[in-house]
């Protein structure tokens, strides 16, 4: 992909910039429900371009960009406006980021999550940790 060529050559943005660019920007908005992980893939994925890449296809064809970005949603917020959101928020972050013009971001929500999931894996971590002696 060239984006411009400059006075002393060509810039070359890879899609994976853009998936991660582009998963920054979709964890950013409320109402999306991050996956979660367990503690040592957590902090493995902290440290990793996949952390963000996971459920984002991207298809670059010279300066204009497609996106597939594949969600959760958090029960509770309205899904057709989560989903605009991440649009316009990964539309802006790309175009700003990368002078590149993003003609489509496709959102697909896979699933709703419910605020009682997380409720009891707080309550199971708080009981974990919480050892009373006498």
Known sequence: MDNETFEYGQVKISDDVVIIIAGIATSGVKGVSTARTGVAEGISNLFSKNNYSKGIKVEINENTVVLDIFINVEYGYNISEVAREVQAAVKKEIETMTDLQVAS?????????????KDKDKEKENTDS???VD
């Open 130 to 132: 919480d050892i009373v």
């Open 105 to 117: 971001v496709n959102v697909h929500v896979q699933n709703i999550i419910q605020e009682k999931e």
